[in-house]
């Protein structure tokens, strides 16, 4: 697809591109592994892009440090705001350090503790408030009225978008042969960004979301047509908990090729079977992509057309545990 097949989106792969330059000193490029034991309950080969040994854990740091790079000097004095109680909260608090300005984040005051350590501990001021959306936004709207902060949201922004989509670009080049790549789905800033830039680069590769049964949204919002928010969500995969944005909806609903649910207890076996078989330690939300790698959905594709998915990326979003909390039964 060409750039200006994209010019609808919130990010072309020219702004992908751009990102890419503008991140590459301050993010890892993450390493792609393989598995044979994998290989052999997926049966087809997979190639895990592992987003978990991004800095501060997940692929988060990408976008935030794409964002927080494009304010201006003006802005940057201000600072910047956002609303989190998970991975973008670290990573824009960590993207803001490295800048050398002023971050503060809004978090529900039922966070996990950890969480809030691992905030501070990259510089950031933390303000607490109920656990609701809207005292998360109100809370964020007080800070930047007397700041004038500039808010980077955890997905619904062009840069972070942008910043997001250099994981396609940097996994296309090490596997230029993938027919699919899996990935995670919440509120949709990662698959928007992996989709813009890999169907530019390879049109026919097919972009599947991966998405937990009891946060189902996404998958709801492309087979009605219009963002169907989330009910409730309780699945374990909390990174995967948020609905679609207005920039996001629109690129799941034309570039993502099929969005496949998976159970809780499925998200449990293979975020164990990852630990146990691949010695690396994901969390529930990167373990989605894996159970829909090894899926039923999986093997009745391959049985229909074994030429369609040959070789496929799974993205490993994040790495980020809450060790007290484990999902195992030991």
Not at 88 to 99: E, G, S, T, Y
Not at 146 to 154: L, N, V
Not at 210 to 220: R, S
């Given at each position: 697809m060409t750039t200006a097949a994209h010019a609808?989106?919130?990010?072309?792969?020219?702004?992908?591109?751009?990102?890419?330059r503008r991140i590459d000193p301050f993010v890892h490029r993450t390493p792609v592994l393989t598995s044979a034991t994998l290989d052999a309950l997926a049966r087809c080969h997979l190639y895990f892009k592992c987003e978990f040994l991004q800095k501060t854990?997940?692929?988060?740091?990408?976008?935030?440090?794409?964002?927080?790079?494009?304010?201006?000097?003006?802005?940057?004095?201000?600072?910047?705001?956002?609303h989190s109680s998970g991975n973008h909260a670290q990573a824009l608090a960590l993207a803001a350090k490295?800048?050398?300005?002023?971050?503060?984040?809004?978090?529900?005051?039922?966070?996990?503790?950890?969480?809030?350590?691992?905030?501070?501990?990259?510089?950031?001021?933390?303000?607490?408030?109920?656990?609701?959306?809207?005292?998360?936004?109100?809370?964020?709207?007080?800070?930047?009225?007397?700041?004038?902060?500039?808010?980077?949201?955890?997905?619904n922004h062009p840069s972070v978008i942008a910043g997001q989509g250099t994981i396609a670009l940097e996994l296309l080049d090490e596997c230029p042969h993938l027919d699919a790549i899996i990935v995670p789905l919440g509120g949709g800033g990662l698959i928007s960004g992996i989709a813009i830039a890999a169907k530019a680069l390879k049109p026919s590769i097919k972009i599947i979301g991966a998405e937990p049964?009891?946060?189902?949204?996404?998958?709801?919002?492309?087979?009605?047509?219009?963002?169907?928010?989330?009910?409730?969500?309780?699945?374990?995969?909390?990174?995967?908990?948020?609905?679609?944005?207005?920039?996001?909806?629109?690129?799941?609903?034309?570039?993502?090729?099929?969005?496949?649910?998976?159970?809780?207890?499925?998200?449990?076996l293979h975020m164990r079977l990852v630990w146990e078989r691949m010695k690396i330690t994901i969390e529930p939300s990167a373990a989605v992509g894996v159970a829909v790698a090894c899926s039923a959905w999986m093997h009745a594709r391959q049985s229909h057309n074994q030429q369609d998915l040959r070789h496929v990326g799974v993205v490993l979003c994040g790495g980020n545990v809450d060790l007290a909390a484990l999902p195992f039964t030991l």
């Amino acid at each position: 697809m060409t750039t200006a097949a994209h010019a609808a989106y919130a990010a072309t792969i020219d702004d992908i591109r751009a990102a890419r330059r503008r991140i590459d000193p301050f993010v890892h490029r993450t390493p792609v592994l393989t598995s044979a034991t994998l290989d052999a309950l997926a049966r087809c080969h997979l190639y895990f892009k592992c987003e978990f040994l991004q800095k501060t854990g997940s692929f988060k740091y990408r976008g935030a440090t794409n964002a927080v790079q494009m304010l201006s000097d003006t802005e940057a004095a201000r600072g910047v705001v956002t609303h989190s109680s998970g991975n973008h909260a670290q990573a824009l608090a960590l993207a803001a350090k490295v800048r050398g300005i002023r971050a503060t984040v809004v978090m529900p005051s039922n966070s996990a503790e950890i969480k809030k350590i691992a905030v501070r501990g990259y510089g950031a001021e933390i303000i607490e408030c109920e656990p609701t959306l809207e005292a998360r936004e109100s809370a964020a709207a007080r800070v930047i009225s007397q700041t004038g902060g500039a808010m980077i949201p955890p997905f619904n922004h062009p840069s972070v978008i942008a910043g997001q989509g250099t994981i396609a670009l940097e996994l296309l080049d090490e596997c230029p042969h993938l027919d699919a790549i899996i990935v995670p789905l919440g509120g949709g800033g990662l698959i928007s960004g992996i989709a813009i830039a890999a169907k530019a680069l390879k049109p026919s590769i097919k972009i599947i979301g991966a998405e937990p049964e009891l946060a189902g949204d996404a998958a709801a919002s492309k087979r009605e047509g219009s963002i169907q928010p989330a009910m409730k969500p309780v699945t374990i995969a909390d990174g995967l908990r948020t609905s679609l944005g207005p920039l996001t909806f629109p690129v799941v609903r034309d570039l993502v090729d099929e969005i496949v649910l998976v159970s809780e207890a499925d998200i449990v076996l293979h975020m164990r079977l990852v630990w146990e078989r691949m010695k690396i330690t994901i969390e529930p939300s990167a373990a989605v992509g894996v159970a829909v790698a090894c899926s039923a959905w999986m093997h009745a594709r391959q049985s229909h057309n074994q030429q369609d998915l040959r070789h496929v990326g799974v993205v490993l979003c994040g790495g980020n545990v809450d060790l007290a909390a484990l999902p195992f039964t030991l």
